[in-house]
């Protein structure tokens, strides 16, 4: 991956809560655990848990600086000046961006570096392209796409987390993408109960399938649906926790499943 050992790494995130910020931590942890020096450079959601310091290994860096997801110029200006001061304070071998703030503010910071043969390569992960969501509207979705389209000429390669969302970087921004799925540590999640062999007349029990996360475009969940209508006859119950667009939670509550948002 060009990479060598003990690289010098810097994550800069802005959307500091739910898959994100596992993805985030996830890879910073394991990158940690193989020799890197690891910083992440953050800011504090609504949604960030109280104790997400926990989530993360003792060995990585962690920096707050404000940022905020909707677009304030003079924020924004604030917050590409503080990254430019940590970046240069740290000399990072890599710099990976997370989301749409800290992807927008992150590539305009990396002009710094252009023309020049030393510096960071960059790295940018959507977690989910902002042009994409639904619930926006075609107005702002428009805005978001004009906005990626001028960044996408920059010399930062996309990392999109499934096939189909490098498929929409490719058709809508740039060839410049790597495809890295998801991954889960799965050391971490706690085995599942197991089905009792002879469950009791008075307390059926049923197997459940589940997700968590909110009900958008990028969760694909027609697809949850089409797959709990082929199982209605199994005695399977599709559970989705979380709530969103309102044309998802329709699809998902015409095929049975339980939703709780």
């Known amino acids: 991956n060009g990479i060598h050992l003990m690289s010098t790494i810097v994550h800069v995130v802005e959307s500091f809560g739910a898959g994100t910020l596992s993805m985030v931590s996830a890879m910073a942890n394991r990158q940690s655990q193989d020799g890197h020096a690891v910083t992440v450079i953050h800011s504090v959601r609504e949604e960030t848990p109280a104790q997400w310091r926990a989530l993360f290994a003792e060995q990585v860096q962690c920096i707050h600086v404000p940022m905020q997801r909707a677009i ?13 001061k940590w970046i240069k304070d740290i000399a990072p071998d890599v710099v990976h961006l997370h989301s749409s703030k800290a992807g927008a503010v992150g590539r305009l910071v990396s002009l710094a570096w252009a023309g020049k043969s030393a510096g960071p390569r960059w790295f940018f992960s959507p977690h989910g392209l902002s042009f994409l969501q639904r ?54 999640i706690p085995p599942a109960n197991a089905l009792t062999p ?44 979380g709530g969103g667009d309102e044309r998802g939670e329709a699809v998902l509550k015409a095929a049975n499943v339980a939703l709780s948002g």
């Open 198 to 241: 002879h469950p009791s007349p008075l307390t059926p029990r049923h197997l459940r399938i589940g997700t968590v996360g909110r009900v958008c475009l990028a969760r694909n969940p027609e697809f949850f649906a089409e797959v709990a209508v082929k199982m209605a006859d199994d005695d399977v119950k599709f559970v989705w926790i």
């Open 72 to 84: 304030h110029p003079l924020n924004d200006f604030r917050t590409g000046r503080a990254l430019l």
């Open 135 to 188: 619930a926006e509207g075609r107005l702002k979705n428009s805005l978001f796409l004009g906005i990626e389209k001028l960044l996408a000429s920059l010399p930062v390669t996309f990392i999109a987390c499934s096939p189909s969302e490098g498929e929409e970087i490719r058709t809508h921004l740039s060839s410049n993408v790597l495809v890295v799925n998801n991954a889960v540590d799965l050391s971490k």
